[in-house]
């Protein structure tokens, strides 16, 4: 089963480094992952999604890594900047777009410092 | 165009009250799904609604949650005799149709219950 109440994993990376955020997933029939961002306050916001039939997408400063193998997903963020803190949701969307909605991982809070 | 609204942003209720929640999908989006967001967790499905339809509920509780989207008007996630247990944020998200999932958060319902 799931554990609840944990403390979200925090990443804390200096303004300008790249951050890599990772994430794995447990069903193997995933075919679509999104990563979210989100912050205080605010509903989850899209970042950027990928299918299982590629191992790599890149957006702007974003890039997302994906491996089938070991159901290991993860977000780079190039240049990081302030307004990148945040809280990131990776979520795995079941077989076929089915009903069942997103499934979503903990979440990892990413701290910028100055 | 709107993005997908929800209301109230913030409510309060006493134990054994109940609550409505609303959510007005963006325009064209005639799916919505609700999810339950507990402090430090991730997103946890609830219900996947069409119009008029009830298409998956697997994630919501058997006893007080129910949900509808009418053919007119929000959707609605009613919680009945609410307990302390129920405080949580409470997110709608909307897309075109099924298994295209666009992503399209609302700002959240955030339900206390003192």
């Known amino acids: 089963g799931e554990s609840v109440g944990l403390h979200l994993p925090t990443l804390s990376v200096q303004e300008g480094d790249n951050s890599i955020i990772n994430c794995a997933y447990s069903n193997s029939a995933s075919d679509y992952f999104i990563w979210y961002k989100q912050e205080s306050g605010k509903g989850p916001q899209f970042i950027i999604d990928i299918r299982s039939n590629m191992d790599k997408r890149q957006g702007q400063r974003v890039t997302v890594l994906l491996n089938k193998t070991v159901k290991h997903l993860s977000l780079q963020i190039a240049a990081t900047q302030p307004g990148d803190s945040a809280v990131y949701f990776c979520?795995?969307?079941?077989?076929?777009?089915?009903?069942?909605?997103?499934?979503f991982g903990k979440g990892t809070h990413l701290i910028i410092q100055p | 165009n709107a993005g997908v609204m929800q209301n109230p942003r913030h409510l309060v209720r006493r134990r054994g009250q109940e609550a409505r929640l609303r959510c007005s999908p963006m325009?064209?989006?005639?799916?919505v799904y609700w999810y339950r967001q507990l402090p430090e967790e991730g997103l946890k499905f609830m219900v996947y609604?069409?119009?008029?339809?009830?298409?998956?509920e697997s994630g919501m509780p058997k006893e007080r949650f129910s949900a509808e989207f009418p053919k007119e008007g929000p959707s609605i996630l009613r919680i009945q005799q609410v307990v302390r247990g129920d405080s949580a944020a409470y997110f709608c998200?909307?897309?075109?149709?099924?298994?295209?999932?666009?992503?399209?958060f609302g700002q959240g319902t955030r339900l206390t219950v003192v």
């Open positions: 979520a795995d969307w079941g077989t076929g777009g089915g009903a069942d909605g997103l499934t």
């Open positions: 998200a909307s897309s075109p149709q099924e298994g295209a999932f666009e992503a399209f």
């Open positions: 325009k064209g989006h005639s799916h």
């Open positions: 609604l069409q119009k008029e339809n009830i298409i998956d």
